[in-house]
């Protein structure tokens, strides 16, 4: 492995059985993440976007081992963490790090800030009980929360505020990695550039590597090195920021792409217009899973899946129609 990659990831697949009739014995699967890789550097920030089922959370569960992976590798800081045991997980944990989509529902409503943002500390025993309160408050001033508040409880603060307390929970442990699973989509716009400028602050402050997962096209622009497109499970494309935000080559993100509001003094924007609905991951097509909805798909793309190739500059695509 490179020194310079924190994370890779080799062929993860995460496959969730259920059984088609209750009174049947047969088992079928819905194929959430079917075959992902990638890698991320040191200091680098990825974004990963797609549509809603298409797999980014279930990504990042699996990535943090919340959840088994079916088959596949994670390599983290060169270790395979998918192969060791949940006591030596537990250990490497604090080293990576989630948001969650809600601060709301992921803060303890019962529990005041003080022990929601130093819980990781008790956990991971990684200092002195009585370094905690000063550990916590420390944290708290640096995400824009003031030490006094930290007796309070999460209702007592504004969306804005509570995914605050969230980011603060997740640096007090100094992880390495750190995995936004929507961390802005539940607030308002104003809030989400507060949000959104902190994490890029912590980011370059602590060197830390970023996963950023989001339905926001502009977000993922505005933070990430890199960009993977995720599509039914797969990533379809993967380049850049720049290189893919100018030069989309698969016919999904350039659908993707066109959907971006922009304002009216920049002209009309020629969107492209999806037809169909997306498959069942239950049922995923054969071939390339996006050829149900593509005005290109020929014979071939219904019958044999495309590898994610690098076609240059550093920028990955998994369409048979890009040479």
């Given at each position: 492995m490179n020194d310079?990659?924190?994370?890779?990831?080799?062929?993860?697949k995460k496959y969730f059985p259920y059984r088609t009739a209750w009174f049947a014995g047969t088992r079928s699967f819905v194929y959430a993440v079917d075959g992902?890789?990638?890698?991320?550097?040191?200091?680098?920030?990825?974004?990963?976007?797609?549509?809603?089922?298409?797999?980014?959370?279930?990504?990042?569960?699996?990535i943090l081992r919340l959840i088994e992976p079916t088959?596949?590798?994670?390599?983290?800081?060169?270790?395979?963490?998918?192969?060791?045991?949940?006591k030596n997980m537990v250990s490497l944990r604090k080293q990576m790090q989630l948001i969650f989509q809600d601060p709301y529902a992921s803060l303890?409503?019962?529990?005041?800030?003080?022990?929601?943002?130093?819980e990781g500390l008790l956990v991971h025993k990684l200092c002195d009980p009585k370094e905690i309160e000063e550990r916590v408050a420390a944290v708290l001033e640096k995400v824009g929360i003031k030490p006094d508040q930290m007796n309070r409880f999460p209702h007592e603060f504004s969306?804005?505020?509570?995914?605050?307390?969230?980011?603060a929970r997740a640096l007090v442990l100094m992880p390495?990695?750190?995995?936004?699973?929507?961390?802005?989509?539940?607030?308002?716009?104003?809030?989400?550039?507060?949000?959104?400028?902190?994490?890029?602050?912590?980011?370059?402050?602590?060197?830390?590597?970023?996963?950023?997962?989001?339905?926001?096209?502009?977000?993922v622009k505005h933070v990430s090195d890199q960009v993977a497109v995720m599509y039914l499970g797969r990533?379809?494309?993967?380049?850049?920021?720049?290189?893919?935000?100018?030069?989309?080559?698969?016919?999904?993100?350039?659908?993707?792409?066109s959907a971006i509001p922009t304002p009216r003094t920049k002209g009309v924007k020629n969107r492209i217009i999806l037809e169909g609905d997306v498959p069942s991951p239950m049922e995923p097509p054969p071939g390339c899973s996006f050829h149900t909805r593509c005005t290109l798909a020929g014979e071939k793309c219904?019958?044999?899946?495309?590898?994610?190739?690098?076609?240059?500059?550093?920028?990955?695509?998994?369409?048979?129609?890009?040479?």
């Open positions: 310079g990659v924190i994370l890779e990831v080799r062929d993860i992902v890789s990638f890698s991320l550097k040191r200091g680098e920030v990825l974004g990963i976007v797609g549509e809603s089922g298409c797999g980014k959370s279930t990504l990042a569960r699996v088959s596949g590798d994670i390599f983290f800081e060169g270790q395979n963490i998918s192969k060791i045991n949940k303890n409503p019962k529990l005041p800030v003080r022990y929601l943002v130093g969306g804005g505020q509570r995914q605050r307390i969230a980011v390495k990695l750190i995995i936004g699973d929507e961390p802005v989509s539940a607030l308002d716009v104003s809030i989400q550039a507060q949000i959104i400028n902190l994490l890029q602050s912590l980011q370059k402050e602590f060197n830390l590597s970023f996963i950023i997962i989001s339905h926001n096209l502009n977000v990533i379809i494309e993967k380049a850049p920021h720049q290189e893919l935000y100018l030069n989309p080559l698969h016919p999904y993100t350039q659908a993707l792409l219904s019958e044999i899946s495309p590898d994610l190739r690098d076609v240059g500059h550093d920028h990955f695509v998994a369409c048979h129609h890009v040479v």
